[in-house]
């Protein structure tokens, strides 16, 4: 499980590691960047905590950490960002590389069980178990117990449902000293989640349809425990606390891909779920960098005592 | 002179227009960026200043606006941002797409006097007069009277050169009251200067003595009026203010090719050339990222009264 470091970046008083590991999830080599922020140390007494950033369609790990600006913020609050690839790359599946929008640069964060894309489209168990497990283990300046998620459009989507719902109820229970603490050790269990124009109802889009279709088939369970509009549905517990954004402009939303709507009322109830929808702002990297701090500050409540 | 608007993006409450016009300096058509901040208004008693980015060799205008982090700080300050192109494009000159160094994405912000170059090479014209003549007569929004320049890499010769350190003496003789009014309403005409790893005493350097080849031929003369530590050598009017990072890991500042200590020497007991060398950062956007408060901050202390 060894990291191979391929370029160290200083960013806002911090480093940007590039990184690679050999992923036996996703039977191929994969690429990731990690900031570390300047209040990192090798001292086990001040380890930072980690906040997971899941990119979009087409995106690499790169994208966020050159054009979100998360970095800024978080080298104030002292938060590493782990920035994971979208996919497996380089697996010579048929069609791997023909769609934007499934196959490489599109593993919807999911563990798909059909043939073929089973072998090496395991993104859920990469980025919940592998891709944690292989970096707290190499940076002991990170403190496994405080992790947060976030991401855009297909990596919101995966943000609102590694995050599982289920887990938030955990997390609230935490803050109420009810919780197995043997289970906030496991990677994969976040603290608090946001996300950037998400894919928020996946089961009734287009490309939640294409995707759910061809990495599971046609059972539709399946399909709901991948869907965050059905998992809120099954919330019972403490209040929710989740910040989305959503521009007026994104062309995404207004072609019916994301559905925050349908997000918004399975949610009613059931806590602070903030939707925000800023006038004029679009799908891209600039409403990111435009409301990164508040998406970073989200994070930070959680993460930092 | 007609400016077509080729996208309106919102970023950091303002917005940022991805714009293009016919230049007859450079002979073609020309892209840029410009980003209003949200205290631009069609008010003409509140028109907000504008600092002018020139990028680095390969880049267009896109880079600085979507990885530079600048508006940030210009959102905060009221302070609009263009973002030139850095050369013609598609003239067609034989060569002119075969070097990352010279002919497209390398215009070095010189006139070129040299054929087939002399043909639209002519970028210091179009920065210093073209390209603001045609942004102030389409944005009222923008005050002509207040602008200042910075820029990476090449672009920081460009900023430290067009800048032309004799204007600067104006500059400050303003602030004295002494200046000739009518001087002051030109485009072209900084109210301050700041660079990134700037290529400072480019004829001593195999960028610049391959440009100034190519575009000026031999004649050394033409060469000094664009090399910003001659020009800095003939200064002797009040204090200079020049804010300069070169970052520590710059493989090119390593390599020879940016030269500041030749620009510090130069400018010698001329007033604050405050040089920093901030350790560990490299030549990438992710090093103006980090500073971009600053730079952009530079830049307010003279253009907000």
Redesign the interface.
């Known amino acids: 499980m060894s990291v191979t470091t391929k370029a160290t970046?200083?960013?806002?008083?911090g480093?940007?590691l590039k990184l690679a590991h050999n992923a036996s999830t996703t039977s191929c080599e994969m690429n990731f960047n990690l900031y570390l922020p300047p209040q990192a140390t090798n001292n086990p007494l001040f380890r930072v905590p980690l906040l997971i950033y899941l990119a979009g369609l087409t995106c690499t790990g790169d994208n966020g950490a050159?054009?979100g600006?998360f970095?800024?913020k978080a080298s104030q609050k002292g938060i590493a960002i782990l920035y994971p690839d979208t996919s497996p790359r380089g697996l010579k599946i048929p069609g791997e590389d023909d769609a934007y929008d499934f196959g490489s640069g599109a593993g919807f964060y999911v563990d798909a069980t059909k043939e073929p894309w089973n072998k090496g489209y395991q993104m859920y168990s990469y980025i919940t178990e592998e891709l944690p497990r292989t970096v707290f283990g190499e940076f002991k300046q990170i403190d496994p117990e405080r992790v947060s998620i976030f991401g855009h459009s297909m990596g919101g989507h995966g943000a609102l449902t590694l995050v599982r719902i289920e887990t938030l109820l955990l997390l609230r229970l935490e803050e109420h000293r009810l919780i197995d603490e043997q289970y906030l050790r496991n990677p994969g269990k976040y603290k608090s989640v946001s996300a950037f124009a998400p894919i928020s109802n996946p089961m009734n889009c287009p490309w939640g349809e294409k995707a759910f279709k061809g990495y599971f088939g046609e059972d539709k369970t399946k399909w709901a425990e991948h869907d965050a509009t059905e998992l809120v549905k099954k919330w019972s517990g403490p209040p929710l606390d989740i910040l989305i954004d959503v521009?007026t402009?994104d062309n995404f939303y207004k072609q019916g891909q994301l559905l925050p709507e349908d997000f918004i009322k399975a949610s009613e109830g059931k806590g602070k779920v903030n939707v925000r929808f800023?006038?004029?702002?679009?799908h891209?990297?600039?409403?990111m960098?435009?409301f990164a701090d508040d998406h970073v500050g989200h994070a930070a409540r959680y993460l930092i005592a």
Do not use: C
């Open positions: 970046i200083a960013s806002f008083g480093k940007l050159e054009k600006f970095q800024h521009g402009a800023p006038d004029g702002y679009d891209s990297y600039f409403t960098a435009s």
